[in-house]
C-alpha cells in the first residue's frame, strides 16, 4: 500500500490549501479513509474521516473551516483547508480510518500569525 499526500505548504493565518492523497495497492473505494496530523511534540490527531460512500465526520477543531472529500475513480483523498490558523501548523497524513496501514511521509502544512 503506498499513501502519497501532497500539497502543504506555507500560509498566512486564514489562507486555505487543499491537500491531496493519492492511494494505490488497494481498492480505495470499498474503504473508510481519513486525514490525520501531527504537530511535533504532540500526538496524532484524527482531523477528518468519510466512508465508503462519501460521509464525512470532522474533529470538533476543524469543523466548519475543512472539508474531506474522495473521488474513488482516481483514487484520491483530497482536505480543502480554509481559515486556517496557526495552531493547524502540522505534518498532515493520510490512512485508512482503522486499522492503519502503514504511515506515509505525510504533507507540512505551515501556517503563519
Known amino acids: 500500500v503506498q499513501l502519497q499526500a501532497s500539497g502543504g505548504g506555507l500560509v498566512q493565518a486564514g489562507g486555505s490549501l487543499r491537500l491531496s492523497c493519492s492511494v494505490s495497492?488497494?481498492?480505495?473505494?470499498?474503504?473508510?479513509m481519513s486525514w490525520h496530523r501531527q504537530a511535533p511534540g504532540k500526538q496524532r490527531e484524527l482531523v477528518a474521516s468519510t466512508n465508503r460512500g462519501g460521509v464525512a465526520d470532522y474533529g470538533d477543531s476543524v469543523k466548519g473551516r475543512f472539508t474531506i472529500s474522495r473521488d474513488n475513480a482516481r483514487k484520491t483523498l483530497s482536505l480543502q483547508m480554509n481559515s486556517l490558523k496557526p495552531e493547524d501548523t502540522s505534518v498532515y497524513h493520510c490512512?485508512?480510518?482503522?486499522?492503519?496501514?502503514?504511515w506515509g511521509q505525510g504533507t507540512l502544512v505551515t501556517v503563519s500569525s
Open positions: 495497492g488497494v481498492t480505495f473505494s470499498i474503504q473508510a
Open positions: 490512512n485508512r480510518l482503522r486499522p492503519y496501514y502503514a
